[in-house]
């Protein structure tokens, strides 16, 4: 088995593709985002993303290996072999899994290794990681089921293709095999990759099994082989039951002893978001200043998930940039008895509001856009409102405080 299993490694034309899906895979995290640095349950997940381009062409490179016996037409040399024919198909399977953990090792470990030197509270979540080994298998396993049954030279291309759409079509549904993000107040749910891992195993059964039962004559097709194949496709069946029952990829984590600094009001947040703390301290100061006296300061600002049930006041999310946490946190002070009106002039005063928060919070004297390319009369407003001096904008703060809480169609 293990000079089978090096000889197969050392003959596989997907070794020499190693050195650029390293490469690939590196890109992909690197370059797709840095947010992820020093937050260890962001680490994780960002470190089997790059999977969903990888995944795709180990299946298909599975395709192309797995039906060279039909392209070299060594059929009949293979019946013949003292091994039976799974297990010659079964170490062809397990090289490509094996040569396809090489991206994924040396990926993980440039993540962990950059966090380590940033890094607050906690360690790696090994949960991703498995979810990224359970994608590989499925992924390998079902090109090498194709390569076998259709050992067509078109077949690699289409098992890619198929690949790569079916992540994508799979994405945010019960079906999901990855995340793209793993904030602290998630978790990896253990009952939802038991069942990916089900079905994973399901895969490389009926991979290994099926060729071999079309291999064989009708007098023996009904014997072991017939009964691993049913038990594949009842652990498929129930795995694929347990995630359309409504068990999510990703839950609710058990809220924790949070990390909390500053006052008046304090911030708390997920230990695993300790790099973010001295700045949401800094801006939740900014803006406890400004509004002090006109508007109620809450006491204590929670990262979201730490109080569960808790409504939105008093709630912010780190980890997605300033501009993200800064309008958390302008929704996060409470407005007192606002009036919801059908009147566009209350609507745009409220806008600006909560333009003038958030860009208050940041503190540089310029008005910050909701999103990318937001522009538009409201941030002109919250210009004119930023040159003013201090006691200029508490006017102006009151005036649209009353305004705001004034009776609809007054």
């Known amino acids: 088995m293990r000079w089978a299993l090096g000889m197969e490694l050392r003959r596989s034309p997907l070794r020499w593709w190693l050195p650029p899906l390293i490469a690939v895979y590196l ?10 640095v020093g937050v260890w349950p962001q680490t994780s997940a960002a470190a089997q993303v790059p999977m969903i381009l990888l995944t795709p062409a180990l299946a298909a490179g599975a395709a192309w290996s797995a039906s060279r016996t039909a392209r070299n037409r ?19 399977l397990l090289a490509i899994v094996l040569l396809g953990l090489v991206p994924l090792a040396v ?22 990681l498995v979810l990224a080994v359970a994608v590989l298998v499925i992924s390998v396993s079902m090109g090498q089921l194709a390569g ?40 990896v749910s253990w009952r939802a990759l038991a069942a990916r891992l089900a079905v994973a195993a399901a895969l490389v059964t ?23 194949l049913g038990a594949a496709v009842v652990v498929l069946v129930s795995a694929l039951a347990v995630q359309l029952n409504g068990e999510r990829l990703m839950r609710e984590r058990t809220p924790v002893v949070a990390t909390c600094a500053g006052s008046e009001p304090e911030v708390c947040l997920w230990p695993e978001n300790q790099k973010y703390l001295a700045e949401a301290v800094s801006m939740t100061q900014r803006l406890a200043a400004a509004v002090r006296g006109l508007s109620e300061v809450p006491t204590t600002v929670y990262e979201e998930g730490l109080r569960p049930g808790q409504n939105r006041a008093g709630l912010v ?18 407005l007192g008895e606002v009036q919801q009106c059908p009147d566009d002039e209350r609507n745009q005063a409220f806008e600006t509001l909560l333009v003038w928060r958030a860009s208050r919070a940041v503190g540089n004297g310029r008005p ?30 009151t005036e649209s405080m009353s305004m705001l809480r004034r009776p609809c169609g007054t």
């Not at 098992?159 to 549904?173: E, F, H, I, P």
């Not at 999310?317 to 409470?334: E, H, K, N, Q, W």
């Not at 909701?370 to 006691?391: A, C, I, K, N, T």
């Open 74 to 92: 060594a059929e009949e040399q293979l019946s013949a072999l003292p091994r039976p024919g799974w297990a010659v198909d079964g170490v062809h």
């Open 107 to 128: 990926g993980a470990a440039s993540a962990f290794a950059v966090t380590y030197a940033e890094s607050g509270a906690g360690w790696i979540w090994p949960e991703y």
């Open 148 to 187: 076998r049954l259709l050992p067509w030279r078109i077949t690699p291309v289409l098992v890619g293709v198929v690949n790569y759409l079916g992540l994508a079509a799979l994405d945010n549904t019960a079906l999901e095999l990855f995340v793209l993000s793993g904030p602290p107040s998630e978790e």
């Open 27 to 36: 890109l992909f995290l690197f370059g797709r985002s840095r947010g992820w």
């Open 206 to 228: 009926v991979a290994l099994v099926a060729p071999e039962l079309l291999r064989a004559t009708p007098s023996v097709r009904v014997d072991w082989s017939v009964t691993a």
């Open 317 to 334: 999310t780190v980890g997605s940039g300033d501009s993200a946490f800064a309008y958390s946190l302008a929704g996060a002070f409470p």
């Open 368 to 397: 910050l856009p909701m999103s990318p390319g937001h522009s538009g009369p409201v941030l002109d407003d919250v210009q004119r409102v930023l040159r003013m001096d201090e006691d200029g904008q508490r006017r102006w703060l």
